[in-house]
């Protein structure tokens, strides 16, 4: 299950998963997000907020993942994957090639300075 929150005055998406990712998750996530980046233009900042990643429910929750990035990366100003995962924590080295955001890896318990730096109040 994907668990977010739309933090609109901000301008800012947070994504916890806490369960492997369905397809589902994908379809209700644009749901919310595509009328307000119509609206506004774009999300200032997205979090991914997890101490473990807990992968893919099946090779269709995947591609949903993978078309969901294709079809908003261009309209998400920066991305801070919070978690001491292994595999997130290379995140930002890996989708840096593929996504016009910004990207950084804070450790779990940052998720405060990592929540400054996408509202724009730190350098860190």
Known sequence: ????????????????????LD????????????????QTGQ?????ICAEGFPGWEDFAAFLS????IRGHHKNIGKVAAVTDSGFLSILPKIASHF????????PFEDRGVAMA???GSTEN
């Open 65 to 68: 993942h993978l078309q969901f």
């Open 117 to 119: 730096w996408l509202k």
């Open 43 to 47: 999300l200032k900042g997205f979090m």
């Open 1 to 20: 299950m994907l668990r977010y929150d739309l933090l609109r005055e901000e301008s800012i998406l947070v994504l916890a998963p806490d369960k492997p």
């Open 23 to 38: 397809a589902k998750d994908f379809e209700l996530l644009k749901n919310e997000i595509d009328p307000y980046i119509e």
């Open 99 to 106: 996504v016009k955001a910004e990207i950084r890896h804070f």
